[in-house]
Structure formats: structure tokens, C-alpha cells
């Protein structure tokens, strides 16, 4: 190939690669930890029952920088809840009255991931990382653990907002002998849900409470007049074309089929009884 040749030949693969990005939507990093992030979270079946949990304001612990994190009830004024902080896309918080930083999300995790899991006292739920012991819950060491079923990503827009994309982790609880958790009706629960730069859907400092929560309920997540999240977001349809670079971030479940045995994986976000690996799972 000569030079000329060589250098069109250049040209059109540049042409090629630009055409080709633009029609290639890219899904950053959503950061968890902002300046004026809030958080409305139902407690029970009352509407007004709400917590509002805010990020305000800087402080220094150990000689490290973390932001502090207020909570309200009704109305009842904003209170010192926690110090929380963003390192590698690992969350971390200090509860009130603790120095101890506690692990909340890691959205590092693949699928297929474990995690073991304890707790900061009562003040809210952690994840346990390598070598870490948990708390000791009435003379008890309290020990859980979830799996990464899948990550995917899911679309979602408020109004006439444009639309937001989110990966999204589903996750499988099981007790400290890896047995799965079941509910009242005997089924598998492997709806615990992440939603990255949002949280669970039980809020933000409740990482491990299956979805949907019998107690508790994020609400809403905004910035000011900016609507982020809405409690209906953690049900989204996947949305399979989502890429970082040149890796797809979708990474398929397990197939999942109805009662009636036909695969239905487009619905597994919805209520109803499935089966997913030899096994009935309900979603609620």
C-alpha cells in the first residue's frame, strides 16, 4: 500500500470510528456521594412517614476529607446522621457516635460476585470486606451474604426529563451458612437491587433489604430542582445497547421462565411467580 493510499485508507477509518461512536450512547460512572444529594424514604404504609436523608456540607476524619450526611423525619429538623465517602467506587460511611468506616456499596462487583454482610450497631446495614469482622448484634455476630446475579442497564426519564441511564445489580440474600433466604411463601429472595449513583431501593444506607421492602421504600433521589431517581426505576426493563467503550455492560440473567414454562425474561422485573434455575423465585 503506497503512501497516498495508505493515508485514505487513515482517513476513512477515522471517518468510520467517529460515525460509528456517534451512534454508540456512553454510560459513565454515576458518583453516589454529591453535594446536596437527597433521599426520601418511606417507612411502613403511612405516605407521610417519610425519612430525608441530605448531603451537606464537608468534614475531616483521620485527615481524610468525607462529606456529612443529615437526616429528617416530618418535621422534625435535619440531624447529624453520618460521615460518608466515595473511594474507587466503594461508599463508605461512619455512623453517629462511631469512628469506625463502614462499607455500603461497592459497585465494583461482577456478576457472579459475593459479598459478605453484618451491621454498624442499629444505625445501618454494611458490607463486610475481606479480612473485616462484623458487629456483635446481642452477644451475636450478625453474618449475610449476597450474590451478583446480573448487572444491566435500565432507561429512565421523569416526565419531560431527558432520559438518565443507570447500571443496575441484582442480588440474591442468603444466611451465614450460604442457604438462600426465603419468605412467608417459601420462595427465593433475589430482589435486592442497586441502582449505581442511587442505592438500594430500601435507601441509602440500606444496602442489603430485599426489594420491595416490607418497611422501608426510596422515594425519590434529586439534586436541588434536578429529579435523579424514582421508587418505579428499580423495575425498568433492561436496556441492552448501553456501552463503555467497546464492553457492553449487559450481562445476561440466567434464563427465567413462567409457571407455563415459557421463557419470559423481559418480565422478570414485573410481579409473579418464576422459575429460575430448577427453582420457583417470587417477586413482590
Known amino acids: 500500500m503506497d503512501m497516498k493510499a495508505s493515508y485514505i485508507y487513515t482517513l476513512l477509518s477515522y471517518v468510520f470510528s467517529i460515525s460509528a461512536l456517534g451512534q454508540t450512547t456512553e454510560?459513565?460512572?454515576?458518583?453516589?456521594?454529591?453535594?446536596?444529594?437527597?433521599?426520601?424514604?418511606?417507612?411502613?404504609?403511612?405516605?407521610?412517614?417519610?425519612?430525608r436523608y441530605q448531603i451537606e456540607g464537608d468534614t475531616i476524619i483521620a485527615g481524610e476529607s468525607w462529606k456529612k450526611a443529615y437526616s429528617s423525619y416530618g418535621f422534625y429538623h435535619n440531624s447529624y446522621f453520618a460521615a460518608?465517602?466515595?473511594?474507587?467506587?466503594?461508599?463508605?460511611?461512619?455512623?453517629?457516635?462511631?469512628?469506625?468506616?463502614?462499607?455500603?456499596?461497592?459497585?465494583?462487583l461482577k456478576a457472579g460476585d459475593w459479598v459478605k454482610c453484618g451491621m454498624e450497631g442499629n444505625a445501618f446495614c454494611c458490607l463486610l470486606e475481606k479480612g473485616e469482622k462484623a458487629d456483635s448484634l446481642l452477644g451475636f455476630?450478625?453474618?449475610?451474604?449476597?450474590?451478583?446475579?446480573?448487572?444491566?442497564?435500565?432507561?429512565?426519564?421523569y416526565y419531560n426529563d431527558n432520559d438518565k441511564y443507570f447500571r443496575r445489580f441484582t442480588l440474591t440474600a442468603f444466611d451465614a451458612y450460604q442457604e438462600p433466604y426465603v419468605d412467608d411463601d417459601g420462595f427465593i429472595r433475589c430482589n435486592i437491587i442497586w441502582v449505581e449513583g442511587i442505592g438500594s431501593g430500601a435507601g441509602p444506607f440500606c444496602p442489603?433489604?430485599?426489594?420491595?421492602?416490607?418497611?422501608?421504600?426510596?422515594?425519590?433521589?434529586?439534586?436541588?430542582?434536578?429529579?435523579?431517581?424514582?421508587?418505579?426505576?428499580?423495575?425498568?426493563?433492561?436496556?441492552?445497547?448501553?456501552?463503555?467503550?467497546?464492553?457492553?455492560?449487559?450481562i445476561p440473567p440466567t434464563?427465567?421462565?413462567?409457571?407455563?414454562?415459557?421463557?419470559?425474561?423481559?418480565?422478570?422485573?414485573?410481579?409473579?411467580?418464576?422459575?429460575q434455575n430448577g427453582k420457583k423465585?417470587?417477586?413482590k
Not at 463502614?102 to 459497585?107: A, C, K, N
Open 27 to 51: 454510560l459513565g460512572y454515576r458518583p453516589f456521594v454529591e453535594e446536596g444529594k437527597i433521599w426520601e424514604t418511606q417507612v411502613g404504609g403511612i405516605k407521610e412517614n417519610v425519612y
Open 84 to 108: 460518608i465517602r466515595e473511594v474507587g467506587r466503594k461508599i463508605y460511611a461512619i455512623a453517629k457516635g462511631s469512628n469506625r468506616p463502614r462499607l455500603l456499596y461497592d459497585f465494583n
Open 141 to 157: 455476630q450478625f453474618i449475610s451474604y449476597l450474590k451478583v446475579e446480573h448487572i444491566d442497564t435500565i432507561k429512565y426519564s
Open 208 to 250: 442489603w433489604m430485599p426489594l420491595p421492602p416490607r418497611r422501608f421504600s426510596m422515594q425519590q433521589c434529586y439534586i436541588g430542582r434536578q429529579f435523579l431517581f424514582g421508587t418505579d426505576g428499580f423495575h425498568q426493563e433492561e436496556y441492552p445497547s448501553i456501552v463503555i467503550g467497546s464492553q457492553s455492560e449487559v
Open 255 to 275: 434464563d427465567v421462565y413462567d409457571l407455563q414454562g415459557r421463557k419470559n425474561n423481559s418480565q422478570f422485573r414485573r410481579k409473579g411467580i418464576y422459575i
Open 281 to 283: 423465585v417470587a417477586l
